[in-house]
């Protein structure tokens, strides 16, 4: 079947801008995950979705950050004011619940100019 | 000191050689040890997962976890070219949000 999907692939904007990154899970998993993967960082956990609402939104960076799911399917993570540091790609993951296997997309390469 | 270290390499070997990966953690609360795969420009996937200590075998992979020393390793034997990836060790305490290491970088020359 399919599997988790993320639009844009690839998004270059200038800082400043607001930008928004898509993300669909696999059809069923009720659990969605976004993971910022910098240069050097590894995987850094942003926020989780259990269905519409966001029990742990502990990893987002800063208020310039935030994340909706909607109808407990499609995620969008929002970044504001866009700056060069959140310049990384920008990963989803969905799983059947939480404590599930995790399955990844391909991401969202960010280039903040 | 970072909850989960992870030798970034790179490690190069030629093709056929036995690879050991291995991470090391902190926290004494983890019980799920996971290693993903992923080829440049994808995502992660799931390759291994292991739940409290022990040794896991799938094919050419065995992770093996050792709680008492807070170690954790994968090991690849008959390693194959298309193996050549990034390894990353991910792990949890139960239903919480999962700790990467950073990743290690894997070539295999033929």
């Known amino acids: 079947g399919a599997g988790v999907s993320q639009s844009p692939s690839n998004k270059v904007t200038e800082k400043g801008k607001d930008v928004e990154l898509r993300c669909d899970p696999i059809s069923g998993h009720t659990a969605l995950y976004w993971y910022r993967q910098s240069l050097g960082q590894g995987l850094e956990f942003l926020i989780y979705f259990q269905g519409n609402s966001a029990p742990d939104k502990s990893g987002l960076p800063s208020d310039r950050f935030s994340a909706e799911r909607t109808g407990g399917s499609v995620s969008t993570l929002t970044i504001q004011r866009t700056q060069q540091e959140d310049s990384a790609v920008y990963l989803c993951?969905?799983?059947?619940?939480?404590?599930?296997?995790?399955?990844f997309g391909p991401g969202t390469r960010l280039l903040v100019l | 000191q970072k909850e989960v270290e992870q030798d970034p390499g790179p490690l190069s070997v030629p093709e056929g050689a036995i690879v050991s990966l291995n991470c090391t953690y902190s926290n004494s609360a983890f019980q799920y040890f996971m290693w993903y795969r992923q080829y440049s420009r994808k995502g992660p996937e799931l390759l291994m997962y292991t739940y409290s200590s022990g040794n896991k075998e799938d094919g050419r992979f065995t992770a093996q976890v050792d709680k008492s020393s807070k170690y954790i390793s994968l090991f690849i034997r008959d390693s194959q070219p298309s193996d050549s990836a990034t390894y990353l060790c991910a792990m949890r305490e139960g239903a919480e949000k999962l700790v990467f290491g950073k990743g290690t970088k894997l070539t295999v020359n033929p």
């Open positions: 993951a969905s799983s059947l619940s939480h404590q599930e296997t995790q399955y």
